[in-house]
C-alpha cells in the first residue's frame, strides 16, 4: 500500500474540505467542534449566543482533512451586531462541502428550528447532515422520538446522534461528514489544530470566563480585546496578556467589577488558568474594562472592536 505521503502528493485518495455546524442558539455547535477537534478552540456557555466569529478547527483521518467551522446560532437580529452576525452565518452556509444541523435531543421542535431546516435544504448541491445533540441529557426514548421528528424536518443526507460531552457516536459524525467530502489537498500543515489568531483565542476565553462570572446580570453586551500579548523580557516562561472589557453601560462595569473587586478578581483567575493552558505557558494577565456607549448598534465601535462588514 503506498504511504499516505504519497498518497497526499499524488492527490489521490486523498478528500479535504470545509463542514459547518449551524442551528438555534445554544444547541452544543461549540462544544462538538472543540471534541471534534480534540481541543479548545471555541469557547461554550450555557448562555445562547456565546460564538459571535466564524471558528475553524481542524480534524485530519487516514486520508482526509476536514475542518470544521462553528458559527453563530442564528436568530432574529436585535441590534446592528445581531444583524452582521446573522449575515456571517448565512455567507458560511453558502461556502462549505457539508453543512451539519443541530438539534438537541431534549428539546421539543420549534417555529426556529423548523425554519432553519427548510433554509438550509433549500441550499441545493450542498448535502445536509442533521445532528441530533446532548444526547447525554436525554432518555433512549426522547432521543428515538427526536430522531422521528428531525427526519420529519427535511431530506437530509444523513441524521446522527452524538454526545460532545460523553463523546458518544464523535467518530461515526466524522466519517459522515469526511464522506461527503470532495478530493483535494490538505489545506493546513500538520499538527495545526485551528486557524484562529492566538491573540482571538486568548480574547475569546476572557470573554467566556466572564460571561460564566455574571451568569444571568448582564446581557450580551461585553467585548474583549487583547492590546498586547508577548513574552516578558528575560523571561522565557512568563507571557504578558494586556486585555481590555468593553461593556455598554457604567452600571455593568460595576456588575463586572463586583464588591471590592471580588468578581473581577474570579475572573481573572478562571481566564488565567484557561490562557496558561492554552500557550503552555505562565501568564501575567491585565485586564481593565472600559465603557463604549451602545457599541452593539454603532458601526464605528464595532470595526474598531474586530466586528466588520
Known amino acids: 500500500m503506498e504511504p499516505l505521503g504519497e498518497q497526499v502528493r499524488a492527490g489521490d485518495g486523498f478528500s479535504s474540505g470545509f ?8 444547541v452544543g455547535k461549540s462544544t462538538l467542534t472543540n471534541a471534534l477537534v480534540g481541543t479548545k478552540v471555541a469557547i461554550t456557555s450555557s448562555r445562547p449566543q456565546t460564538t459571535r466569529r ?7 483521518r487516514p486520508g482526509a482533512e476536514l475542518i470544521v467551522i462553528d458559527t453563530p446560532g442564528l436568530h432574529r437580529p436585535r441590534t446592528l451586531l445581531g444583524e452582521r452576525l446573522d449575515s456571517l452565518v448565512r455567507s458560511t452556509l453558502t461556502e462549505v462541502d457539508v453543512i451539519g444541523f443541530c438539534v438537541p435531543a431534549a428539546d ?4 426556529g ?11 441545493a448541491g450542498t448535502p445536509v447532515v442533521a445532528i441530533v445533540t446532548k444526547t447525554d441529557q436525554a432518555s433512549k426514548q426522547q432521543v428515538a422520538s427526536q430522531l422521528s421528528a428531525v427526519a420529519d424536518l427535511g431530506d ?4 446522527v446522534p452524538v454526545s460532545a460531552v460523553a463523546g458518544f457516536q464523535l467518530d461515526v459524525l466524522t466519517d459522515v461528514l469526511v464522506s461527503h467530502l470532495p478530493p483535494g489537498r ?17 480574547a475569546e476565553l476572557i470573554r467566556e470566563a466572564i460571561l460564566e462570572g455574571v451568569h444571568d446580570e448582564l446581557p450580551h453586551s461585553i467585548a474583549v480585546v487583547v492590546e498586547e500579548m508577548a513574552p516578558r523580557q528575560g523571561r522565557d516562561d512568563l507571557v504578558d496578556v494586556h486585555a481590555v472589557m468593553y461593556v455598554e453601560r457604567q452600571s455593568q462595569k460595576a456588575i ?16 488565567r488558568k484557561q490562557i496558561e493552558a492554552l500557550l503552555g505557558s505562565r501568564v501575567y494577565l491585565d485586564l481593565r474594562i472600559k465603557v463604549a456607549k451602545d457599541w452593539q448598534r454603532d458601526p464605528r465601535q464595532l470595526r474598531r472592536l474586530g466586528f466588520y462588514d
Open 156 to 159: 437530509w443526507a444523513d441524521i
Open 186 to 202: 490538505p489545506l493546513y500543515p500538520d499538527g495545526e489544530l485551528t486557524d484562529e489568531p492566538e491573540q482571538q483565542l486568548v
Open 54 to 60: 466564524v471558528i475553524r478547527g481542524i480534524v485530519r
Open 256 to 271: 463586572v467589577i463586583g464588591a471590592k473587586g471580588a468578581r473581577l478578581r474570579e475572573v481573572g483567575s478562571r481566564a
Open 113 to 123: 428550528d423548523k425554519y432553519l431546516a427548510a433554509e438550509l435544504t433549500g441550499h
Open 19 to 26: 463542514a459547518c455546524f449551524a442551528g438555534r442558539p445554544n
Open 108 to 111: 421539543r421542535i420549534g417555529p
